[in-house]
């Protein structure tokens, strides 16, 4: 089983993205095929977001239980994924921006937001970069996730309401809704699934290769 | 061990107290950060002077200016607040006489009290320089109140972590201004409400809850940094 999951991935993957081609209608009010990007950047987004949601809860579990250092490897991996898919999510919305507003950047809320996050959970990797002592450079970059989710509320609640903006409507919008073409739908939630379990997957390498390093007697430790 | 509320309010008193004495012995931060604020000051009233911005952009840009000067004077003043306890060694010992929480709300007072005073002494000042009149003073006041509480609290905490950590000034600056930009959005909002005169109810809401929100987490994170 454990060597074919990822075969079933890639599969499922491949399908995906000639789902978003050939299968999923275009919406209305897109420059050409623009909207088609929605089916890669909405998971990209939506995984560097459950990637820096899953590694507070990790920081959390490493504060109050015990302080594992499974706990810890598995909060800094997250938010290592979590910024790779961010500036991913970004650049997405930077190409599509470029097509339906005319310029690349334009400090769109949603743009302001992205941004913000992306400098949280960098500080958060300098910060561990500039403690040497491993049980110290563990506590305090807890803490300092701990602190991205009373943040983060702020940059994707609270800041995008101040000035009006330009972005589609997010999935599930104010009124509280999904209002998208159903094969739309089938095709964004089947992405959102391989986006997800992919990034689990790199993430449990990425864990295993961070003990590993921890435990090889002469080998770097990774901060 | 019980210690009762009137021993906890005692501890963080005396935390008050010494940060204060400290302070009134070296002048260090008075001195400094009061200095680096007029300084700035000065310079952005010199590059833009008092017809440098024409009528309609002063009320967005000023207010802008006023929050940046006072972001860089917290952020010369406050990491001082842990800093010079690991310089001095003293950090041991603090650990030992105090409760985690009375140590953090003696301190959070402190920073309170001395980023009150540099902002009574910058704000007038910047508003006379400027020339800018203020349509809802009551708006502006609360504006300064409550995004000096949040530029406050966020610091400390921040300084706390930094306080731990080598490289502490530029640190300082990497860690905090992300945990601080969204609060100075909605300072800038509400001080550019309060001199246009119309509305900011809405982004003084939401700083009391930043605020509120910082508050309350920093006193739950300050025992997991403090306690090795």
Redesign the interface.
């Known amino acids: 089983m454990r060597k074919i999951a990822p075969w079933l991935l890639w599969i499922w993957i491949i399908g995906v993205i000639w789902a978003a081609f050939f299968y999923a209608p275009l919406a209305e009010g897109f420059v050409g095929q623009s909207s088609r990007i929605l089916f890669f950047h909405v998971p990209m987004a939506w995984v560097s977001f459950v990637a820096f949601l899953a590694a507070g809860a990790w920081s959390i579990r490493f504060l109050a239980g015990g302080r594992r250092v499974a706990h810890d490897h598995a909060a800094s991996a997250a938010v290592e994924l979590g910024l790779l898919f961010c500036v991913l999510a970004t650049v997405t919305g930077a190409l599509w921006a470029r097509v339906m507003w005319g310029a690349f950047w334009n400090w769109d809320p949603r743009q302001t937001s992205i941004v913000l996050a992306m400098i949280f959970y960098a500080a958060y990797l300098a910060l561990r970069s500039a403690v040497e002592e491993p049980e110290t450079r563990r506590r305090l970059a807890a803490a300092y996730a701990v602190l991205g989710l009373v943040v983060a509320p702020f940059l994707f609640f609270v800041l995008p309401r101040l000035t009006f903006s330009l972005h589609p409507d997010t999935v599930v919008n104010l009124r509280g809704r999904i209002e998208m073409e159903s094969r739309m739908r089938q095709v964004l939630a089947a992405s959102s699934l391989a986006f997800t379990v992919l990034f689990f997957w790199i993430h449990r390498i990425q864990v295993r290769l961070k003990a590993r390093a921890e435990r090889a007697p002469l080998g770097r430790t990774r901060p | 061990m019980s210690r009762t509320a009137s021993s906890w309010l005692s501890e963080a008193a005396a935390v008050f107290a010494k940060e204060w004495r400290c302070e009134l012995r070296t002048r260090y931060a008075l001195n400094t950060v009061l200095l680096f604020a007029f300084t700035t000051l000065v310079m952005v009233s010199v590059a833009l002077g008092p017809m440098g911005v024409d009528s309609v952009a002063r009320a967005t840009v000023l207010p802008m200016l006023l929050w940046l000067i006072l972001l860089f004077a917290a952020a010369a003043g406050l990491p001082r607040v842990f800093g010079h306890e690991e310089e001095k060694h003293t950090a041991t010992a603090l650990r030992l006489a105090a409760t985690p929480s009375a140590l953090f709300c003696g301190k959070l007072a402190f920073s309170l009290t001395l980023f009150a005073a540099i902002e009574a002494l910058t704000a007038p000042l910047f508003l006379a320089m400027m020339q800018l009149p203020v349509a809802a003073p009551g708006h502006f006041l609360a504006a300064l109140v409550l995004g000096g509480w949040g530029l406050a609290a966020a610091s400390t ?1 921040v300084a706390a ?1 930094v306080g ?4 502490q000034s530029t ?1 300082f600056a ?2 905090s ?3 601080l ?3 100075l ?2 300072a800038i ?1 509400a001080t550019r409400a309060a001199v246009g005169g119309g509305g900011g109810a809405d ?1 003084l809401s ?1 700083l009391v ?2 605020d509120a ?2 508050t309350v ?1 920093s006193l739950m ?1 300050f025992p ?2 403090w306690n ?1």
């Open positions: 905490l972590i731990q950590a080598r490289g640190l990497v860690l201004f992300p945990v930009l969204p609060l959005l909605l909002e982004s939401r809850l930043y929100a910082m987490v994170l997991a940094i090795p």
